[in-house]
């Protein structure tokens, strides 16, 4: 089983509308968990992290976190085409010193 | 301007060859990493370095070996290049040990013939 499993998509989601991503991680001790934003030939950007069980919003995104079931979520509310990038999930274990971990990505394309 | 560079963006080379990948944070970070991409987009850390101290050392052929000269640089030599070293290697920073937000050079794309 891989430690942070993602769907590679392609997600095709019309312009205007929700984008949902979706992740599930294998260490229940893990404590901080990351989604990123990579575009075709650029490096990964971070754009939002949680670490408590809930909703998280920053503008138009939203990354929802459940540590019983081990899944965290980004939503993308009213799409653009610019949000058209590989979505990376990212999980860090219990220790502070541990290293982060990715997922493999979901690709998402945002059809005007 | 730029807050992770690395050198150089490209890298086209023999199987069989020695390589170097530079990199340097203007940032005053304390805490520096080498991730490498596969053609997969899986993106898994190599290396960290705290202050000039290796803390993380995944399980990485010992052809790759990673310098830091001082927290500002780390380095990353690779010896008797192979095919399957072929990704992009991406150099990040991070303010301190342990902190979450990283921040990522542009990469160095190596491909090995």
């Known amino acids: 089983q891989k430690e942070v499993e993602q769907n590679s998509g392609p997600l095709s989601v019309p312009e205007g509308a929700i984008a949902s991503l979706n992740c599930t991680y294998s260490d229940r001790g893990s404590q901080s968990f990351f989604w990123y934003r990579q575009y075709s030939g650029k490096s990964p950007e971070l754009i939002m992290f949680?670490?408590?069980?809930g909703d998280k919003e920053d503008g138009r995104f939203t990354a929802q976190l459940n540590k019983a079931s081990q899944y965290v979520s980004l939503l993308i509310r009213d799409s653009q085409p610019s949000d058209s990038a590989t979505y990376l999930c990212?999980?860090?274990?219990?220790?502070?010193?541990?290293?982060?971990?990715f997922g493999s990505g979901t690709r998402l394309s945002i059809r005007p | 301007d730029t807050a992770v560079s690395q050198t150089p963006k490209y890298l086209v080379t023999q199987m069989g060859n020695d390589k170097s990948i530079k990199c340097e944070q203007n940032l005053g970070h304390d805490t520096m990493y080498w991730y490498k991409q596969d053609s997969k987009k899986f993106l898994k850390i190599m290396f960290s370095?705290?202050?000039?101290?290796?803390?993380i050392n995944e399980t990485v052929p010992n052809r790759f070996s990673p310098k830091s000269p001082d927290k500002a640089h780390l380095n990353l030599h690779i010896n008797s290049l192979e095919l399957g070293d072929s990704a992009v290697y991406f150099c990040a920073s991070s303010q301190r040990q342990g902190e979450d937000t990283q921040y990522f050079g542009p990469g160095t794309r190596l491909t090995v013939l």
């Open positions: 949680i670490y408590s069980n």
């Open positions: 990212a999980v860090r274990g219990y220790s502070s010193a541990s290293k982060i971990i």
């Open positions: 370095y705290n202050n000039k101290e290796l803390i």
